[in-house]
Structures are given as C-alpha cells and as structure tokens.
C-alpha cells in the first residue's frame, strides 16, 4: 500500500513537471496569440481614421468648390448685362446684375407734331396743336361753328426790322362740349396782307398761289386748340404763282385771316426802316 502511493506520488511529480514546460509553453503561445488576435481586431480602426483625415480637407475644398461655380454663374449673368440697346455695367454675383443689364440702357426719344397744313406762294404754314389730329374728309365729327369757338389771330412780333419775316399764328380753340373739326386746307382758310397806310392794298393773298390739299381737316377736342401758322416774305404776291413781285416797304399793315364757316379776324404789324 505505501509502494502504491509512492508510485502514484512519483507519476504525479512527473506529470507535473513534464506538464509545467509544456503548459508555460502553451502560455506564451497563447499570450503571442491573443497578442496577435487583438492587433488584428483593431487594425481596421486606424486605417479607418488615416481614411478620415486624409478626406476632411478634401472635401471641403469640393463643397467651396461648388460654392466658386455658382459665383461663376454670376459672373455670366454680368455678361447678360450688355444685353440691352445701350450697353449697362457688366452683372456680378448669382446674375442679378445681368437681368438689371437686359433692361434698354437708354429711351430714345420721340414724338411728332400735328401734320403739316399746306402752304402758299411767298409764305409757309404749318399746324401746331396740342392734341389736334388729321381727320379724313368723310368724318362724322361736326364742324366748328360760331358760338362753340373763339378764333384769335396774333403777331408773333409788333414790330419787324429789315430782313425779319413776321410770323403769324391763328389759332382756334374748342369751347363746347364735345370735338369738332376745322379745315385749314387752302380752300378753307385764307390769308390777306394789307398795307394799311396806301388805301388798304392787299399786298399778299394766300389765294394767289395756294399749294398743297384744298381741304385739310383737324380734329379739335373741347378744350383743345388747333393754330395755323403763317411766315410771309416780305414779297408781294401776284396771281396763279406769277412771277414773286417787288419787296414790301416800311410801314403799318393789317394781316386778316379767314376760316371757312367762322368769324374773320385782322391784327396790325410795323415793318421798320431799321
């Protein structure tokens, strides 16, 4: 019984030594194995922060990037901005500036006066009004009458040195309530030129030598006026457009002016010696 115990003491005191190694063996290889196990569990983390600061910077040079483009699409807006008639300052920004440079840079100016009245032999005429406009012959408009017009003749001077050509205007002004039309044509409205001081000798007359439409009708709204304006030579007029007679002398005149259908009207006018 004692043998049997020390053959078990000594199986046991071998196994343990021939055991110890091989297990501390064991141990290194399992310490270089979980050594190795856990720098292969942690591997992807660093690679994956190296990944993260290499495209921090990166892209917030794309995100700029594509903030810079936009300013270009300004900068092509400005291009926009000579789009006009008249070039405009060149755009900048998202455009804006453009869409102001599409704009006409400058109104040209326009307008028109009223057509022109025809004219005789030795003076010209023309119409001036405001709001006055040609009508056609067959218009309904009624005519300016008597009573629902005042009809006024004026010097544009009193008094008119050598070389100077008076100028006259006739002017007719709407009172009633509604339009009506006038006829400043040759056939309707005329001119005379008198010398006041020689026994009233007619000097001028615009019938002498009409030119231009007969009949030349103009649309007078109430209120409006419609003028006639005359500028004489200083020639005496002669018959169906003969040849232009000797020049006016110094002295007082009378100029009347007739409109078909309404009162007849006369001023007086001084041409000087100098």
């Not at 290499?54 to 936009?70: A, I, L, N, V, W």
């Not at 020689?198 to 109430?222: F, N, T």
Request: glycine share 26%.
């Amino acid at each position: 019984m004692l043998a049997l115990l020390l053959v078990l003491a000594l199986l046991v005191i071998w196994a343990v030594r021939s055991g110890g190694p091989g297990g501390g063996g064991g141990s290194d290889q399992g310490g270089k194995q979980g050594g190795g196990e856990v720098p292969g569990t942690i591997t992807p983390g660093p690679s994956s922060s190296e990944s993260l600061i290499s495209e921090r910077p990166g892209g917030r040079e794309e995100s700029d990037g594509g903030t810079g483009g936009s300013g270009g699409s300004g900068g092509s807006g400005g291009t926009g901005g000579g789009g006009g008639d008249t070039e405009g300052p060149a755009g900048s920004g998202s455009g804006g500036g453009g869409a102001d440079g599409e704009g006409e840079g400058g109104a040209n100016g326009s307008g028109s006066g009223g057509p022109g009245a025809a004219g005789a032999g030795g003076g010209s005429a023309g119409v001036v009004s405001g709001g006055v406009e040609a009508v056609p012959a067959d218009s309904t408009l009624p005519d300016c009458r008597p009573g629902s017009v005042e009809v006024t003749l004026r010097s544009e001077e009193n008094r008119y040195a050598p070389g100077e050509k008076p100028v006259f205007r006739l002017t007719v002004r709407n009172e009633g309530g509604g339009a009506c039309k006038v006829d400043f044509g040759t056939g309707a409205t005329a001119f005379t030129i008198i010398e006041a001081e020689d026994g009233d000798e007619k000097v001028w007359k615009s019938e002498h030598c009409p030119k231009g439409a007969r009949s030349a009708l103009y649309k007078v709204p109430a209120g409006g006026t419609a003028v006639r304006t005359l500028e004489w030579d200083r020639r005496h007029s002669t018959p169906e457009c003969g040849t232009p007679g000797a020049g006016a002398k110094a002295g007082t005149y009378l100029v009347e002016a007739e409109v078909e259908g309404l009162e007849k009207v006369r001023i007086s006018f001084v041409l000087t010696k100098d």
